[in-house]
């Protein structure tokens, strides 16, 4: 999918988590904050990126606000703010 | 079991996540009235997700938007991958509805490599149309699992006002029973709106198992655990089946069909209803049923 504008998914509650995807002209950065960060930095940075190759996002800057998404609730939210910003509703590949 | 099921805002991180651990015996992922329009899409791919990497321990019911929205193919398109056992459908008030619901799961089961009919329907009764229909919606085919008794917006239907009491749904509480009965499927009760209420919660329950439900929908998880054990046989019940079924046992072996039993007339209907709650029983103990 391509990103062609900017959007976001999820909340600030706890168990959730917000992303904000925008375009970029050269590949993928991530930026991570996250209320268990020291524990699991780069497991959550895997999980987005797993969604990202999922949704074929090759150029994307991606910033995730976690406070204690489980893996489920952090692909869902990732994967629809990619949805959101390449004006895509389709849930399957 | 099928005693209660508990609503939970499919977009609600928090509540999808933890909806496996409370007492209901199945839960309703919403995508209809707990979520905006402007966040279906979020609360349908959280739905999907949950449906693919949760293990909930129990059956997972999603409710679709209805299918006077534009939302309910997108809906379907997105949850049913995810193999949810029922798709809760809202504002039924024919056969045809449900024929034009199952057109389109049966094409997203087969686009997804699933059987077709794998995922099962409850057909949301809540309009005076879908109340006389009830029982052309409960035969009109094989998927349609269960009736759901809505009473909040029948109520508005029929131009009523809904009270504790629920005197203005004893119609429609017949009537869904009887047709879910006499197509031989389930049939559940409205929701009790008056969340910290709970004694009116309690009799509310009482009137459903007594009109005949198999159970009731909940909207906090502290009615799920109430209507578990309100539509849980009682130990006076458990007792009184064993023994009717001991007393016609014996009773046949005497070439007796018709006996007494703690001054009661039983019979062949006596059995039948000993051996309900003898099924429930053992399905509770995570038996078969017999």
């Given at each position: 999918m391509n990103i062609i504008k900017a959007a976001s998914a999820g909340t600030y509650e706890s168990s959730d988590a917000f992303v904000e995807i925008a375009p970029c002209e050269q590949g993928v950065s991530i930026t991570l904050e996250s209320v268990v960060e020291k524990q699991f930095k780069k497991q959550i940075q895997a999980t987005i990126m797993d969604v990202l190759r999922a949704c074929d996002v090759a150029h994307a800057v991606v910033r995730v606000k976690d406070f204690g998404a489980i893996d489920c609730v952090l692909r869902a939210r990732v994967h629809t703010a990619i949805c959101r910003a390449a004006d895509e509703k389709k849930v399957q590949s | 079991m099928k005693r209660s099921m508990l609503f939970t805002p499919a977009n609600n991180a928090g509540n999808v996540m933890n909806a496996g651990a409370l007492a209901s015996d199945r839960i309703i992922l919403d995508?209809?009235?707990?979520?905006?329009p402007l966040e279906k899409d979020a609360a349908r791919m959280l739905a999907y997700y949950a449906l693919k990497y949760m293990d909930y321990e129990k059956e997972v019911v999603v409710r679709i938007n209805a299918i006077t929205t534009p939302f309910w193919k997108d809906d379907i398109s997105a949850v049913v991958p995810g193999l949810p056992q029922f798709l809760m459908v809202p504002k039924i008030n024919c056969a045809d509805d449900i024929r034009i619901i199952d057109e389109y799961v049966c094409e997203v089961e087969a686009k997804h490599g699933i059987e077709v009919g794998t995922v099962k329907l409850i057909a949301l009764i809540e309009t005076a149309l879908g109340v006389e229909n009830a029982f052309e919606i409960a035969t009109s085919h094989a998927r349609v699992s269960a009736l759901f008794l809505g009473a909040a917006d029948l109520s508005s239907d029929v131009h009523s006002v809904r009270t504790p009491k629920g005197e203005e749904i004893a119609y429609a509480r017949s009537r869904v029973v009887y047709a879910a009965r006499a197509a031989g499927i389930d049939a559940y009760d409205t929701p009790w709106p008056f969340i910290h209420d709970m004694e009116g919660a309690e009799a509310d329950a009482m009137t459903a198992k007594q009109f005949g439900f198999t159970g009731k929908v909940a909207i906090y998880p502290a009615h799920a655990e109430l209507f578990n054990r309100i539509f849980s046989p009682s130990q006076q019940e458990i007792e009184y089946a064993f023994g009717v079924i001991e007393a016609l046992a014996e009773g046949e072996q005497q070439g007796k069909g018709v006996l007494t039993y703690n001054g009661e007339m039983i019979d062949a209907p006596s059995l039948l209803r000993a051996q309900q709650i003898v099924d429930m029983v053992n399905e509770m103990k995570g038996g078969r049923q017999a």
């Open positions: - | 995508l209809e009235d707990s979520v905006s």
